[in-house]
């Protein structure tokens, strides 16, 4: 089992960015996705999560303007990035619960720059 993000890159503050991670092997089931992100300088901090249902949970400072949502038939799990800030700079990295233990994704950097 693996999990694979893509999706980072440079956009200018006020824009918006897609990062989405893919789980792919032999998988039968996927409890939690999770999305954290890790700033230079900065420990790692969970940004938002989504349980094997819908029930969302997010950072207080992304609240209102990232969406975390599963693409159930694909495995994939994305985070839709919107009002972005220079602090939401990072490298984002997934989290997924599969077959009861926990992988990561390599991590996808995004930089918020004028």
């Known amino acids: 089992v693996q999990l694979q993000a893509s999706g980072g890159g440079l956009v200018r503050p006020g824009g918006s960015l897609r990062v989405s991670c893919a789980a792919s092997?032999?998988?039968?089931?996927?409890?939690?996705l999770d999305w954290y992100r890790q700033a230079p300088g900065k420990q790692r901090e969970l940004v938002a999560a989504i349980d094997s249902g819908r029930t969302t949970n997010y950072v207080d400072s992304v609240k209102g303007r990232f969406t975390v949502f599963r693409d159930r038939p694909a495995n994939t799990v994305h985070l839709q990035m919107n009002s972005l800030k220079p602090d939401d700079t990072a490298v984002y990295y997934c989290n997924g619960i599969i077959q009861g233990k926990s992988y990561w994704g390599m991590g996808t950097l995004v930089t918020v720059s004028s």
């Open positions: 092997g032999t998988i039968f089931s996927i409890g939690a």
